[in-house]
């Protein structure tokens, strides 16, 4: 499938920390063209790169509406929520994106993430040592996993889950970071209890607690629902002005037909995108 240019330069863009570059680059492209998947999901990584959780989840949530079983919309819908909080819809994303291609370590990384972020150790570390057995060639798992090793107690094999990852690229900077980490949590140990003690506090590190809002924050689905509905309404109205525009010219002569459909695609994009925004509990 042909890439488009666009977002050729928002990769380049997002592999350079540009991330507020590849926002304002993808804004006016996702808002001519909502159903491109691709361009959903760089937006969805460079708002959480600008520590935007919300609006990628929101740029996710468009992605997975429109590739409800695709495991990178899965991927970045799982991320955000992580970032969020939101544990139990990060975790069943990614598991979910993980049965689809079920192969992919990158998809497993996140898993093990999403678990660890919910205070998951046991379930992370034995989910990721099941990955490593099948992909013992990503780095990036063998870190994760080791963070896994090291919160439920096990320093020296999560070291040895450093090292693996090292040999595989020793220019790893998660796992040189992860080295550092290792290195500060054990200066007090002593004993197992004191193991314990630190084990418990470095899997406390990795946690990430549910973000403070305002109200009550719209399921994944419905903060979806709402922004592909809004995306959906500028179109409908911008296409009915135009129609509009060219029948009252006199440079076509439009049916009734299709204003009605208009009319009818406006109004009901616009309900969806009014009763998307109430809450349930409301």
Known sequence: MRTEPVLIEADALLERGRAHNAANLLAPFVAGEPENVGAWHRMARARLDLGDPQGALRAAGAAWQLDPDGAE??????RACTALGEHPEAIESAYAACQDDP????????????RLAAGQTAEAAEGLRVAVEFAGYDADLYVTYALALFAIGRPLSSREALTKALSLDPAHIGAQAALVRFENA??????????AVAADEFAETLRVQPRGHLGVRRAPVRE????????????????FCLVAALDVTG?????????????????????IERFSRVSPHS
Request: hydrophobic share 55%; with cysteine; proline share 3%.
């Open 251 to 271: 440079f076509v002569v439009v049916e009734n037909s299709i204003y009605v459909g208009l009319m009818c695609a406006t109004v009901g994009a616009g309900l």
């Open 224 to 239: 979806a629902v709402a922004y592909v509905a809004r995306v959906s309404l500028v179109w409908f109205l911008a296409a």
């Open 73 to 78: 919309s899965l991927f970045w819908v799982s």
């Open 186 to 195: 054990m200066r007090g140990v002593i004993d197992a209890p004191t193991l």
């Open 103 to 114: 192969g992919n370590p990158r998809l497993h990384n996140r898993l093990g993430e999403a």
